[in-house]
């Protein structure tokens, strides 16, 4: 199911252009919508809103245009916005079922949903306490808890781990996986962190300069790599030499083999899986090589980051 279509949009904020004439699709599951700071993130979130309109072309969010239908287009997703600016006076509690009213949820739905969506993100037993006297990452985990607990299609979410050290990075990259796997939302996740696209989407749109330079499944953007990457626990000099009729490199633990007679990929992993088990090694990793998020990036965008 396409969530979002765009062709030819463009957009601008007075004699500054931020999108060109932008052709794009976000279908469902997890989208990751990759750029440097400026290259039009934030503001192609506001125009699927339905804050503000392309100046041309055509946005289509859920089958809805949001520059005519914002309200219903805001009623069927959720937002988490990249700022930090949340009552600080407030519980928790308090502001996701006042966000969960406004998206039509009865007083006493919003009120058992804003329960249900706290601990989902972790958050059921600080549930009343002030925003205030929470950290950064509690904070983040509001963001999400009022973005989904009217049970949205699609959530957007802008740079959901600014602010956040390594581990709460991985936890808020784990948690908003879990929440579209389990709850069936999709997100459209904007990040300048290549890292985290990789290894959180299924999907990516690409924007430098105000153009979707690429767009795609993410396996399809990084096909191309040559060869077979093992990685074993010990044992990696004598793989190379069970393997010496390949080109082996060998960095450490980790090899990438690639055939010189031209075998094919499925070929070459069999025999390679098949040397594992005959030196009896201890297999910690096996795959078809991939080229890397950052060097699509980099490649489309012409090296900028």
């Given amino acids: 199911m396409t969530m979002i279509s765009g062709t030819g949009v463009t957009k601008a904020w007075g004699l500054t252009p931020v999108l060109g004439g932008v052709d794009f699709q976000v279908d469902e599951g997890i989208t990751g919508l990759l750029g440097s700071n400026g290259a039009g993130k934030t503001t192609l979130m506001g125009m699927i809103l339905g804050l503000h309109p392309p100046d041309s072309g055509d946005l289509d969010v859920l089958g809805l245009s949001p520059a005519d239908a914002g309200p219903e287009v805001r009623a069927r997703i959720g937002y988490s916005p990249e700022h930090h600016t949340l009552p600080p006076d407030v519980s928790a509690h308090d502001l996701v079922r006042h966000v969960a009213e406004i998206h039509g949820l009865p007083r006493r739905a919003a009120t058992n949903r804003s329960s249900d969506a706290l601990w989902q993100v972790g958050l059921g037993e600080e549930r009343y306490r002030p925003i205030g006297t929470m950290s950064t990452g509690q904070r983040q985990r509001v963001k999400l808890a009022q973005a989904i607990a009217h049970d949205p299609l699609l959530v957007l979410a802008d740079e959901p781990t ?17 929440v579209s796997d389990e709850y069936g939302i999709s997100v459209l996740l904007s990040s300048h962190l290549l890292e985290e696209v990789e290894r959180t989407c299924d999907a990516a749109v690409i924007l430098a300069e105000g153009q979707v330079v690429a767009q795609g499944r993410l396996d399809d953007l990084q096909a191309g790599g040559v060869g077979i990457i093992v990685v074993v626990d010990d044992g990696a000099e004598a793989l190379a030499a069970r393997l010496a009729r390949y080109d082996v490199d060998v960095d450490g633990s980790r090899l990438r083999v690639s055939a010189r007679d031209g075998a094919d990929d499925e070929t070459l992993l069999d025999e390679v899986r098949d040397a594992v088990a005959e030196l009896r090694l201890p297999l910690r990793q096996l795959k078809a090589n991939r080229i890397s998020l950052e060097e699509v990036f980099l490649d489309m965008s012409g090296g900028a980051r």
């Fill in 162 to 178: 600014d602010g956040l050290d390594p581990v709460q990075r991985d936890a808020m990259l784990e948690l908003i996986r879990r």
